[in-house]
């Protein structure tokens, strides 16, 4: 190809490149980081937009923002953004929510499906389950501070205590796939997420708990624009299914 013809070609494919790209930063719980992968192709082949996601715990996420953790868009729990806020991290009137999501059980692929029917079954598949995984309360993960507290009002911490598998950050379905757990709780869209791990269900109605996930633009947002453009397609129909295949469902008012 001649210099010309090179030259050519470049004006060619920059005429038909977006001239205002911009690159996203996002910030995101780790429940909502499956919604996000699936979503942000989408999004990247309708606007020509980058984004780059980065995923944390709940108390992760808003210890790296008070940091200041540079970002455009945040998902996070409600009372988060709220705080977030408060302190002009993100824009108050952004604020939406998205989804919400329970917790479930899960085990390894292959192996025998407990029983999790009622609150007596559940409570004894945890006493008689050699080892139990879930997020370290510690980390700020808010499956891990709920499970701790729904096992002291079942009556079974101290029985837990010796056997469970902490999980500072991530999958906990993980643990179940390498052998280090054999039974594990996390927002069921974490559960699904790893392959390997089969979810049993959701926990008992009774002792249910749902994580509502919203999301906001920050205050000091590089693209808010792009930000705003991608909070909306997390709205669309196009997420509402994304959200039903990995186990979630619409925020309720």
Excluded at 197 to 220: D, K
């Amino acid at each position: 190809m001649s210099i010309r013809s090179a030259f050519l070609a470049f004006l060619a494919l920059a005429a038909i490149a977006p001239c205002s790209a911009a690159e996203v930063s996002m910030l995101t719980t780790g429940a909502f980081k499956p919604v996000a992968l699936g979503m942000i192709p989408v999004f990247e082949k309708q606007t020509g937009h980058k984004v780059v996601l980065a995923n944390d715990t709940a108390g992760g996420v808003a210890r790296r923002i008070a940091d200041g953790e540079a970002f455009d868009l945040v998902v996070l729990t409600p009372s988060g953004l709220r705080d977030l806020a408060a302190k002009g991290k993100v824009v108050p009137t952004s604020i939406v929510d998205l989804v919400r999501v329970g917790i479930g059980v899960g085990i390894k692929t292959g192996e025998a499906v407990p029983d999790i029917s009622s609150v007596d079954a559940f409570r004894k598949m945890l006493i008689d389950a050699p080892s139990v995984a879930y997020i370290d309360p510690a980390s700020g993960g808010s499956s891990g501070i709920y499970l701790a507290g729904l096992f002291q009002r079942l009556g079974i911490a101290d029985t837990i205590a010796p056997k469970a598998v902490l999980v500072r950050g991530g999958l906990v379905a993980e643990r179940l796939v390498d052998g280090k757990a054999t039974v594990g709780m996390q927002q069921i869209s974490e559960i699904l997420a790893v392959k390997g791990a089969t979810l049993v269900g959701p926990l008992p109605a009774e002792v249910q708990n749902y994580t509502i996930y919203s999301g906001a633009i920050g205050t000091a947002a590089r693209a808010p624009d792009a930000a705003n453009q991608l909070l909306s397609l997390f709205q669309g129909e196009q997420a509402k299914a994304e959200f039903k295949s990995h186990g979630m469902e619409e925020a309720k008012p």
